[in-house]
């Protein structure tokens, strides 16, 4: 089964910028889409967006305009940014990846702090 390791986060003082990166375990020879969650305290996990094999991205709503999905397939890795964080923003931070037949993983989160 395919793993992903985040890495990326830590403490961030508001207006401060964020760039997440997510690698995963092998290389993938099928179609996949890898996927940026979050989690704030207190709330559920909420899904900021994807990226398929072919660079295709979307974005949930919440999401648009605040941070950007990338990603690199020769080395199955993907990246999210965000140039100006609030308070808001903290939360750990999740890739995803689904591929083959139903199969998908998850990293273990890397957590983000935006105080001052």
């Known amino acids: 089964q395919v793993q992903l390791v985040e890495s990326g986060g830590g403490l961030v003082q508001p207006g401060g910028s964020l760039k997440l990166s997510c690698v995963a375990s092998e290389r993938i020879s099928s179609f996949y889409v890898m996927s940026w969650y979050r989690q704030a305290p207190g709330k559920e996990r909420e899904l900021l967006g994807s990226?398929?094999?072919?660079?295709?991205?979307n974005y949930q709503d919440s999401a648009k305009g605040r941070f950007t999905i990338s990603g690199d397939d020769t080395k199955m890795t993907i990246f999210l940014e965000n140039p100006s964080l609030t308070p808001e923003d903290t939360a750990v931070y999740y890739c995803?990846?689904?591929?083959?037949?139903?199969?998908?993983?998850w990293g273990q989160g890397t957590q983000v702090t935006v105080s001052s």
């Open positions: 995803r990846i689904n591929y083959g037949s139903g199969l998908e993983s």
């Open positions: 990226i398929s094999r072919f660079g295709n991205v």
